[in-house]
């Protein structure tokens, strides 16, 4: 097998973290000796041990004068636990293959450095591409303490979120669900605007596959949300520029309010930064996008295109931005298309 295989196995094994090892990243370790696979190993929580450890451990004595495959560059600095480059020296490692370096500011660059200082060989940048792609949240979490925000939206052929009397269940199907329920899984926190609280009542929680729940935040300035409503409970979160002091089942944070008054999502996201919320899921609705993408506060898109149209009458899936010439339509970089059951995914990234 060629160098490039093991780093996509190490890469196969750190996503078994996915969903669960935020805020840490997601990273995967393949030692290898005289040609076999001697240990591996993946990250799975906050407080659990690194990759590289855990590959380690189950070399053992194999460990000395092996490869190691890392899809993230080892740490350097006391966390939950001890530093990986110490051990990677101290078990005598030879060769050390790293994806991506850490751009975590209390490590970039400095293990690499110091297994080199070391007299560890290394080499970076093997399947990098794929290591950023796969650590986005924590690479901007790290870097600027605010969660990656996902934009999430269901729409029609023609561009419709719901029907003119409010109806959007469902414009996908069952697969293009099961999807969405993953992604939940695979976030810290999911978020809508009061409105669709009012008319979907939805759970926001994961049902449709295993993992998970993220927490839930709706924005509801004037605290309307009604004590019944089925999104409250344990993880969610109330965000209002209220001052009122309601028994709600939720937790509440009063920010600030924007230009109209309403919850400024900018000091939304500094909030859930400061509470270890690394990423954010926006479901909805047509306002609360148009907020989102109005701040330039999307940092990636997941639409979904389902098989039906629903004229003048439905809501369109995004309000005003302003926009009156070509020149300043907000332009995004599709990454891959693709049909789930009936209906199209289409993954992109903005580029404004
Ligand atoms: N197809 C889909 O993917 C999808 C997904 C979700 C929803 N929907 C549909 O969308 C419709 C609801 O959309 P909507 O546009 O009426 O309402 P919405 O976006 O769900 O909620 C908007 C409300 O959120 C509150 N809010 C607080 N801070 C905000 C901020 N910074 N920016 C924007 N809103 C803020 C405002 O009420 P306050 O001023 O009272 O705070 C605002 O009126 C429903 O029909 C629902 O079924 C479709």
Request: overall charge positive; charged content about 25%; proline content about 5%.
């Amino acid at each position: 097998m060629e160098p490039i295989q093991y780093m996509r196995y190490a890469l196969t094994l750190a996503k078994k973290g996915r969903g669960t090892t935020s805020p840490n990243p997601m990273v995967g370790a393949v030692l290898l000796k005289d040609g076999k696979i001697v240990g591996r190993g993946f990250h799975s929580r906050k407080g659990e041990p690194h990759a590289e450890h855990m590959a380690i451990k189950e070399a053992g004595s194999m460990a000395r004068n092996a490869t190691l495959f890392v899809s993230l560059e080892p740490c350097v600095h006391f966390g939950a636990t001890p530093p990986c480059v110490d051990t990677i020296i101290r078990e005598g490692i030879r060769k050390v293959f790293i994806a991506t370096p850490d751009p975590n500011p209390i490590v970039n660059g400095r293990g690499i450095k110091k297994l080199s200082e070391a007299g560890v060989d290394v080499e970076v940048g093997l399947c990098e591409r794929e290591a950023i792609e796969l650590n986005e949240i924590y690479n901007k979490f790290i870097t600027t303490k605010e969660p990656f925000v996902i934009l999430k939206a269901a729409i029609t052929l023609d561009g419709k979120i719901a029907t003119g009397t409010c109806q959007s269940k469902w414009i996908t199907g069952e697969e293009g669900r099961r999807f969405v329920h993953r992604l939940r899984a695979s976030v810290d926190a999911v978020l809508v605007g009061i409105n669709t609280i009012f008319v979907d009542d939805p759970l926001l929680t994961t049902r449709l596959t295993r993992g998970k729940s993220p927490k839930r935040i709706v924005l509801d300035s004037d605290f309307r949300i009604p004590g019944d409503a089925r999104v409250l409970g344990e993880g969610c979160i109330v965000a209002t520029t209220s001052s009122q002091k309601r028994r709600i089942n939720a937790e509440v944070w009063q920010l600030d309010g924007d230009e109209m008054n309403r919850v400024d999502i900018g000091a939304l996201l500094r909030e859930a930064g400061r509470r270890n919320i690394t990423s954010i899921l926006v479901e909805g609705g047509r306002d609360v996008y148009t907020s989102f993408l109005k701040k330039r506060l999307v940092d990636k898109f997941y639409v979904f295109i389902g098989a039906k149209i629903f004229g003048e009458s439905g809501i369109p899936s995004v309000g005003d931005l302003g926009i009156r010439s070509l020149e300043d339509a907000l332009d995004v970089k599709y990454t891959r298309v693709k049909k789930v059951g009936g209906d199209v995914l289409i993954t992109g990234y903005p580029h404004f």
